[in-house]
Each structure stands twice: as structure tokens, then as C-alpha cells.
């Protein structure tokens, strides 16, 4: 590895706010672009940071879950990454880091979640994860 980006936020959504999710919607692969700031012939890139879960007031199982594929694959992929709060108003910030394939610059990622409505009633999801690194 020649060089490590800065870390730039590479996917981040919150479903309180409603940020990121015209971008990453959930229930629907979604391309992630960072051929903007990957150096050409990068394979992969080291993703870092979050799951995020605040439960709301509610009584529900809130679940939390992530999948990921390289740019233009068809395959329907199970998820890789979950996270899981069962407490009524409790919180999980799951840590979670992947090395995943990326062609010119692109990967794909597809969320869940197990609950619907809004918070404060119910549980609100997030995920911040940054590029930290690449490989060529």
C-alpha cells in the first residue's frame, strides 16, 4: 500500500434524519462511489466505523443488518454485519470493519432493518462507516 486516503466517509445514513437514505435506500443495493479519492487499479478498500440501533419506547426486536457486493455483480448476497437491541429506549453502537472488492473505485452495499415507523416510538438505524485504507 502506497498511500492511505484521509479517511473520508464512505457510507453514512440515519433513518431519524432521514440522511443518506435517498442514497442508500433501505431494502436495495446501492453503488458506493469512492473513484474519486482511490488511486486507479485499487481491488479493495478497508471500511471502519459504526452500526448504530437507539430504540425507541415501543416494545419490538430491532435489527439491524448489512450486505455488501462488488460493483455490477447480480448475486443477491446474505448479510455480513448485523447489529441487535431488544431494550426498550436502550442503544447499540456495534463496531464493524471489511475489506471488501471494488471495481473502478465501486462497490455495493444493501441494508435492513426490522422495524418501521419513526423514533422516538420506534427504533432509529444508522451506519457510519469510513474508507480508512486500500489495496492495489
Not at 453514512?12 to 433501505?26: H, I, K, M, V, W
Not at 462511489?33 to 478497508?46: M, Q
Request: net charge negative; with cysteine.
Amino acid at each position: 500500500m502506497a498511500h492511505t486516503p484521509i479517511q473520508f466517509t464512505a457510507i453514512f445514513l440515519n433513518s431519524y434524519t432521514g440522511e443518506g437514505l435517498d442514497t442508500f435506500p433501505a431494502n436495495e443495493w446501492s453503488t458506493v462511489d469512492l473513484s474519486g479519492i482511490l488511486p486507479e487499479g485499487t481491488k479493495a478498500v478497508f471500511l471502519s466505523g459504526l452500526l448504530i440501533i437507539t430504540h425507541g419506547t415501543e416494545e419490538e426486536l430491532c435489527d439491524l443488518t448489512l450486505a455488501y457486493r462488488n460493483h455490477g455483480e447480480r448475486d443477491d448476497h446474505t448479510y455480513i454485519a448485523q447489529t441487535v437491541e431488544t431494550a426498550v429506549q436502550g442503544g447499540q453502537r456495534t463496531p464493524h470493519s471489511i475489506w471488501i472488492p471494488v471495481l473502478e473505485g465501486r462497490f455495493e452495499i444493501k441494508w435492513s432493518r426490522s422495524t418501521d415507523g419513526t423514533w422516538p416510538a420506534h427504533c432509529s438505524y444508522g451506519i457510519n462507516l469510513k474508507a480508512v485504507g486500500y489495496l492495489r
